[in-house]
């Protein structure tokens, strides 16, 4: 018997034509005969952030060369969509009677070619009327102007409303002898994945054929059915260039393209600019937070309390949910607090509509505990690593439940905090940093511990697979989960690979198309391998019982004598190994009998919550403010690893994004609600210059939710580097007598709190 | 107007508008949708390629600029059907996640060597800051990078 793949650093399958010929994106779809003669779609964007729409004045932009035709919602008689969180916010796919965010899209124009449609998009003329424009949260809570007059009030979406507790008063502190408080920003962020929305349309034997840039095809479909039910939707995936969250659901753009082409009896491509991909595309984060921690003179924390207020942005998207679904039930992080207490408020503004972005919920609820554990340290004058140590979690490899009222799965955080001081070298970190400060050196050296615990595969807890075996002994692994980058057509056939001994390369991965694949759930939340992958693990295992009946009656034998040889891919009765039948023989056999296939859902024992711990190594020129992230150190345990070099992949993408928001990257606009940082000039994307040298220090604590033990590790290296990092600012310029910078600590924020 | 540009081993010659950028030249005149548009601010080097040998961004330059040029593409690379060394070393060193930066990242990193045949890790990092990576936090596409100027 060979030896197992699983845990192996295999090779991607993927890289060959990724490297050679590139993806297949939805841009680059040239020869797919349905699209021939298509025709180029142009969004007409709002430009001011707040207004009444009087008219919108299309005749010159018709006239313009290349136009087939003008739309708004007035002539594709679009009706108000009530977003699924607040049915008193509710708007026109295309902006109908107001504008509520700069780059808000209110008209469509089709040209024949796909660089005339910008040219006739600044001939529309829309008459606005402006109004009070809202871009501040606590500004827009307070204000009789409403973006949503129907819905009563700018807030959205409260949790006391959702049947969650409120906060109380100052008594929630009394037996504390420290009590510190914190407002921390957590900024707007533009995920960015590389490559910016697309899709492609056409109508097909009265049937919508959509191909589409995203993470979850089959809810693009039920979102463009739910939309216009005639359409009957085949929702198609191509090559993803990244979604980091923001490319989950389908957005008015993409619901919209089937109603255009039906409207103009052509097919049609879209393709955004980045430049509108950065207003148009959700964000995400934009957290306000008010933090209050107490407790002991000697670093045993008691009470906190955490008032999240979330920037919904201008529509009620799902980042209006995340704080309470998801920053609220991690608030504890991964402390034995005694006392909790989290309210949280989602807040409509004239600001791009905010949506899950890496982490999404839980990158908040990480940074808001671990900033106050820093500052409640610096209070009480203890070690932020000693602080922590005090306040964890014991080891449970049972259920144990946070005073918040979450349970978590199994958890050993404090081996994960002792692995990245030792691999971080802790003791002699903290020397050269005193010795620095000795010197008055104008370079301090700063440290930034954080150990978290994250919630994956929160919302979802089963996912589909079917494996068929082809007469010519080559399997296809259909599944429900839609990579874009994290290597599932590798890791799905190791998985098959393993049970079948089908070798690695003649197994096929397919997703993302709605008609072969009706039901699945995509890719977010980090839950595609503990049940994507666990889905594939059980079909496996039961195609293989299926295989060894049609075996046994092949080879004459009882079912109970046949074996797998999964080295060589056949089955053969125990000890006569020289009378084998292959998976090609058997598929051969059942072909009259609708084949060799297994279809299957597995579902989990719930959500699993991945750990670990950070240590991240800056440089701050006191003079000039800038920081310099030296080394991020991180040991992130994501339960039972099936491949080292995708896992790590993820953790070293995550930490990169972490670093980023709390280094350089905000989405800023002005009062009046323009854009301040619009394009990729403006916008701090991280480079390779500003990124850390990396070190992951291994281990693996397995759930016991899934046969795989997995864990999710998309999101984690987000979850924990941001905070550590943000902390090691500060603590490089602590001694200066500096407590808090908000995230992005740029070179000017850094100054200042030097300087104050 | 017309030019004639070779791309990838093969002369072409199209008209184009004047305003043509070579990007767009290589993907609808040329049909080679390797090369990818991250961008509209000549940030992000997703549209990387070699003009008579050097990296360049093919969006900063006109179709007609490249008219009696040589172009090479990702699609251009691979020699009788083997990977070049950098495709190969990124695909050792996982220097690739959705795929849609690396083959600007991989003409960039190729430039690079070519100017720099055994760079520092710091070089590595400086060459390659215009070419703008979401997934892999650059750490994989750096050792990618060194373990091609160590072949």
């Known amino acids: 018997m060979a030896g197992s793949i699983l845990g192996n650093r295999v090779l991607r399958k993927e890289d060959p034509k990724f490297l050679t010929t590139g993806g297949v994106y939805v841009d680059d779809m040239q020869s797919e005969p349905l699209l021939h003669g298509a025709a180029h779609v142009t969004f007409v964007r709002s430009q001011l952030a707040h207004a009444i729409i009087n008219g919108i004045d299309v005749s010159a932009a018709l006239e313009a060369p290349g136009v087939i035709a003008v739309h708004t919602a007035a002539t594709l008689n679009l009706l108000p969509e009530a977003s699924s969180y607040n049915p008193g916010v509710a708007r026109t796919l295309l902006a109908s009677d107001r504008v509520r965010y700069v780059g808000e899209p209110v008209a469509v124009i089709v040209t024949e070619q796909a660089n005339q449609g910008e040219d006739a998009a600044d001939l529309v003329v829309i008459d606005y009327e402006p109004l009070e424009v809202l871009v501040d949260l606590e500004q827009a809570m307070a204000s009789t102007t409403l973006l949503y007059p129907a819905a009563g009030s700018n807030v959205a979406v409260d949790s006391t409303v959702w049947g969650m507790p409120d906060v109380t008063g100052d008594d929630f502190f009394s037996d504390c002898d420290v009590v510190v408080k914190g407002r921390f920003v957590n900024q707007r962020l533009a995920p960015c994945p590389l490559e910016v929305r697309g899709s492609a349309v056409a109508w097909v034997d009265g049937r919508l054929y959509q191909w589409i840039s995203t993470q979850h095809a089959q809810g693009v479909r039920d979102q463009i059915n739910k939309s216009d039910a005639s359409s009957n939707v085949r929702v198609m995936t191509p090559d993803v260039g990244g979604g980091f969250g923001a490319k989950i659901s389908a957005y008015p753009e993409e619901i919209v393209l089937g109603r255009v082409a039906q409207a103009v009896g052509r097919p049609l491509r879209w393709r955004e600019t980045r430049s509108e991909s950065m207003l148009s595309l959700g964000h995400g984060r934009a957290q306000l937070q008010y933090v209050t921690i107490g407790g002991t003179r000697d670093g045993k924390v008691l009470a906190y309390r955490l008032e999240a207020i979330q920037d919904s942005g201008a529509f009620v998207d799902v980042g209006a949910v995340l704080a309470p679904a998801c920053t609220r039930p991690m608030s504890s992080g991964v402390y034995a607090i005694p006392r909790i207490e989290c309210r949280t408020k989602s807040v409509v503004t004239n600001t791009t509509p905010i949506v899950a972005y890496r982490g999404a919920g839980r990158p908040e609820a990480t940074a808001a505990i671990e900033r106050a554990m820093d500052m409640f340290a610096a209070e009480i004058g203890m070690d932020a690593a000693e602080v922590r140590r005090k306040n964890l979690i014991p080891r449970f490899m049972e259920p144990h439940t946070t005073a918040i009222g979450q349970a978590y799965d199994v958890g050993d955080y404090e081996v994960a905090l002792d692995k990245v001081l030792d691999a971080s070298k802790y003791s002699e970190l903290r020397t050269e940093q005193a010795t620095r400060r000795q010197r008055g050196d104008r370079h301090q050296l700063g440290i930034g511990v954080s150990v978290y615990v994250e919630i994956t595969s929160g919302g979802t807890n089963h996912e589909d697979a079917r494996i068929e075996v082809l007469p010519d002994g080559r399997a296809i692994v259909y599944t429900g989960t839609s990579p874009h980058g994290q290597g599932h057509v590798t890791a799905w056939s190791m998985i098959a690979s393993e049970h079948t001994g089908i070798p690695m390369d003649k197994i096929d991965v397919v997703w993302g198309d709605t008609d072969i694949i009706p039901d699945g759930l995509g890719t977010y939340g980090s839950r595609s391998l503990q049940l994507g992958g666990a889905a594939v693990h059980q079909t496996a295992q039961k195609l293989v019982e299926l295989a060894r009946s049609v075996a046994a009656s092949m080879l004459e034998a009882a079912e109970a004598d046949v074996v797998l040889d999964t080295s060589r891919g056949a089955f053969h009765v125990a000890g006569t190994p020289a009378v084998a039948v292959t998976w090609a023989e058997l598929a051969t056999r059942r072909a009259a009998e609708g084949g060799l296939a297994i279809s299957d859902r597995f579902t989990s024992g719930g959500a699993t919550f991945p750990f670990g711990a950070h240590v991240a190594v800056v440089e701050v020129d006191t003079e000039t403010g800038k920081v310099t992230h030296l080394k991020q150190v991180a040991c992130d345990d994501a339960g039972t690893v099936l491949n080292p070099l995708l896992l790590e992949g993820q953790i070293h993408g995550g930490i990169a994004q972490g670093s980023a928001q709390a280094l350089l990257e905000e989405f800023v606009y002005d009062e009046d609600g323009n854009p301040k940082t619009g394009n990729l000039a403006e916008y701090a994307f991280i480079s390779a210059v500003e990124a850390p040298r990396i070190e992951l220090v291994p281990m693996e604590t397995p759930t016991p939710r899934n046969p795989l033990g997995a864990k999710g590790v998309g999101e984690s290296g987000t979850i924990g580097s941001t905070p550590a990092v943000q902390s090691a600012v500060v603590d490089a310029v602590s001694h200066l007598g500096v407590r808090h910078i908000d995230m992005p600590t740029t070179p000017e924020r850094v100054w200042r709190a030097i300087n104050q | ?151």
């Not at chain 2, 949708?33 to 509209?40: E, L, R, S, V």
């Not at chain 2, 900063?60 to 251009?76: S, W």
């Not at chain 2, 991989?106 to 703008?132: D, F, H, T, W, Y």
């Open chain 2, 1 to 151: 107007m017309k030019v004639s540009i070779t791309i990838n081993g093969t002369t072409q010659s199209h008209d184009v508008e004047p305003r043509t950028l070579l990007v767009h030249y290589i993907r609808e005149h040329a049909h080679l949708t390797g090369t990818n548009i991250g961008c509209d601010t000549s940030s992000c080097g997703a549209c990387t390629v070699h003009l008579d040998g050097e990296a360049v961004k093919s969006c900063t330059i006109l179709a007609a600029q490249a008219d009696g040029g040589t172009v090479t593409t990702i699609e251009g690379l691979t020699k009788n059907g083997e990977m070049h060394p950098m495709q190969k070393a990124f695909m050792e060193n996982h220097g690739l996640q959705c795929g849609y930066c690396t083959p600007g990242m991989v003409m960039a990193a190729i430039g690079l060597l070519n100017e720099n045949p055994k760079p520092s890790e710091e070089e590595v990092r400086l060459g390659l800051e215009g070419n703008l990576c979401r997934c892999t936090g650059y750490h994989n596409i750096v050792k990618s990078v060194l373990a091609a100027a160590n072949k």
